[in-house]
């Protein structure tokens, strides 16, 4: 009889830990599992905004995908998935195509622009390695650039962080780190320099704890990041950006940090989704096939305590990795599906070197505990990705 085939689309972190878990849990000759993805590895999203700013090389995020898939196990396909089609259980690749039995999609996140305009074409976005490799360029050769103009262009020296939700505050945190080390290497005066922050709602980080948004908001300001909040940015131009009323701020770095959404794949599959998500059942299946699951940020989960989404976090891409991991042997097995319901253990987020905020287990948490807190949190996904040996390459090991 021939194996049951598992395919899982995309090596973030929804797909590459449920495809660590199948390897572990699956039977000799259980299924045929096949993992699909666009690069031959596997990159931590949540490290993105450092080597965005250039306060860390990108090898560091990434991880070979054969370095944590047995390939005696799994069949890693490099990649891009351009269609699902969900009735003939087909999936179409750039580059050929794959037939599953029990599809899991991890697709990831995209930028959602709302379509504010010219923000696709003008604005860089902390999306993959690829992206934050441009971004840390661009930088670097507007600072270079500054001093060849004819003119004084403050213009080259000024970035626009569009949104203060955490990947706008943790990037601007780092901006800080590295703005300094810049000016130096390209002899240009810090006080030009303009790393301004803006914020559509009444404050930084919407919704989180007051106390701790205070705590960040004046160490950033400490280290010359301007905020502007009740600022809505309204157009991305070539030049710079246009807000509130009309007010022009001219930029050549914008760096777009305004909210995410599902990858557009699945919506353009037929899948039913909400900003690119689908809103999926208990057991993680979307609410029309039986057989297909989805994990990480194209899904919308629903907090149900407060009737509201989850946010979309590596978080909940980890634990909901688990439980599709066990689910599709489930099925496989004629075995009863699990409910997966978030398990949230808290928040911190990089305010820079050796500075952090966050709430873990409802405790606050500020400064340098909050930073190695954040570290170990770090480590520990590598551990359960690879083991200790992962840890040691590729953690962070200095804590303090
Ligand atoms: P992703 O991590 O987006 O991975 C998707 C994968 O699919 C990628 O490997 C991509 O290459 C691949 N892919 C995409 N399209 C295709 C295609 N067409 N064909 C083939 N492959 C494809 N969350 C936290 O919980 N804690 C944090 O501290 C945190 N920090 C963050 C910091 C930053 C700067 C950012 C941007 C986000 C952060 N998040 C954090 C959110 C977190 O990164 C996301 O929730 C998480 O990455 C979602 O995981 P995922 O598996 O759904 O997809
Ligand atoms: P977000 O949606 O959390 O924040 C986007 C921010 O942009 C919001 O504050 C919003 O008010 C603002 N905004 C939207 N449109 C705007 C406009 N036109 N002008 C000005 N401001 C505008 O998005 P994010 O920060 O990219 O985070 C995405 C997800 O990743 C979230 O679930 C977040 O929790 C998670 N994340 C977590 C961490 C962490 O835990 N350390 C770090 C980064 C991201």
Redesign the pocket.
């Known amino acids: 009889m021939s194996r049951p085939k598992i395919a899982i689309l995309g090596a973030g972190y929804g797909g590459i830990m449920t495809a660590v878990r199948l390897q572990k849990e699956m039977g000799a000759n259980e299924a045929e599992v096949t993992l699909v993805n666009k690069h031959n590895y596997h990159y931590q999203t949540?490290w993105l905004h450092e080597p965005a700013a250039g306060t860390m090389h990108h090898d560091k995020t990434r991880i070979m995908i054969d370095e944590v898939i047995d390939n005696n196990k799994i069949n890693f396909v490099q990649d891009t998935v351009v269609e699902i089609k969900p009735e003939e259980k087909r999936v179409i690749l750039e580059n050929g195509e794959l037939t599953y039995d029990y599809l899991v999609i991890g697709l990831g996140f995209e930028p959602a622009t709302?379509g504010?305009k010219g923000l696709k074409e003008n604005a860089f976005s902390i999306r993959s390695v690829n992206s934050v490799r441009k971004i840390k360029e661009h930088i670097e050769y507007q600072f270079a650039s500054y001093n060849n103009e004819p003119e004084e262009r403050n213009d080259l020296i000024t970035i626009i962080v569009?949104?203060?939700?955490?990947?706008?505050i943790?990037f601007v945190g780092e901006l800080a780190e590295r703005v300094p080390e810049l000016c130096e290497e390209f002899d240009i005066d810090r006080s030009k320099v303009r790393i301004i922050n803006?914020?559509?709602?009444p404050t930084l980080l919407?919704g989180f704890d007051e106390e701790l948004v205070e705590y960040a908001q004046n160490l950033l300001e400490r280290k010359g990041v301007e905020f502007k909040t009740s600022?809505?940015?309204k157009e991305v131009t070539e030049d710079g950006v246009i807000i509130g009323e009309g007010e022009e701020i001219k930029a050549a770095t914008v760096v777009w940090?305004?909210?995410?959404q599902g990858n557009s794949i699945v919506a353009n599959s037929g899948f039913e989704t909400n900003r690119g998500r689908v809103p999926v059942r208990d057991d993680q299946r979307t609410p029309d096939y039986d057989n297909v699951f989805v994990v990480g940020d194209c899904a919308l989960l629903i907090n149900k305590e407060i009737d509201r989404p989850y946010?979309?976090?590596a978080q909940i891409a980890i634990q909901a990795a688990h439980v599709v991991s066990k689910n599709v042997l489930a099925m496989i097995r004629g075995k009863e599906l699990e409910s997966f319901t978030p398990d949230i253990k808290g928040?911190?987020?990089s305010l820079g070197r050796g500075e952090a905020i966050g709430k873990v287990y409802n405790k606050k948490l500020y400064g340098a505990t909050a930073s190695a807190m954040k570290k170990i949190i770090d480590n520990r996904y590598l551990l359960m990705l690879g083991g200790p040996g992962l840890v040691w390459k590729k953690g962070k090991l200095k804590l303090f």
């Open positions: 949540t709302f504010i569009g949104g203060a939700g955490f990947t706008g943790e803006i914020e559509a709602s919407p600022t809505m940015i940090t305004g909210g995410v946010p979309p976090t928040t911190v987020a």
